[in-house]
């Protein structure tokens, strides 16, 4: 019984280290997270969509198509006046998650000079990045699934902006149970991509 003990012991906290930036990324942005529809959030220069599957002939996957029904939700809140459609302008496929985006968002009826395409948002980190350094941004509203907002508001606070993250109603499907899955050692990543960027004490 005692060794049984051990090992279960030993199990946990190998399972709260593998957690470890998840839960620190979920704890540090839980207050500035809500529904995109009814959260109580503050205005911010834009609503920074982020990319995700495009189908073969141009449609948006659901949840880039949720990803943008959040942020034209932000706008037609008046709490941005801009959406910031950020991804790879040529993915895996050889298509431009940014062009659906920007079609979808037309089609919602937000008029094309409030929609900024960011076609180099390979991931996450570089959309961040660029939201700060090529659009001149300093505060954003993320949209994304919950299952992939701790991480990336983690991510856009660690380039200095001020964040905070809308999601659309969450699906309970298989994609939602893997995206969860997933955000474990995509925390990780971050992790060590945030304190690579930490400058050193001199």
Known sequence: MAHLAQVSARLLALGVLAAAPQLYARASTHRDRGPAATGDFRPADAALVLGARVWEDGRPSLFLRQRVEAGVALYERGLVEHLVLTGSGRNREGLDETASMQRTALELGVPAQD????????????????????????????????????????????????????????????????????????????????????????
């Open 115 to 202: 929609l900024v395409r960011d076609k180099s948002g390979h991931d996450t980190r570089a959309s961040a990045l660029n939201a700060r350094d090529q659009w001149g941004l300093s505060s954003v509203i993320v949209c994304s699934q919950e299952f992939h907002l701790p991480r990336a508001m983690w991510l856009c606070r660690s380039m200095g902006l001020a964040v905070q993250g809308a999601y659309p109603p969450v699906l309970i499907r298989e994609h939602t149970a893997f995206g969860y899955a997933r955000e474990l050692p995509a925390s990780w990543k971050a992790a060590i991509e945030i304190a690579r960027e930490r400058p050193t004490p001199t």
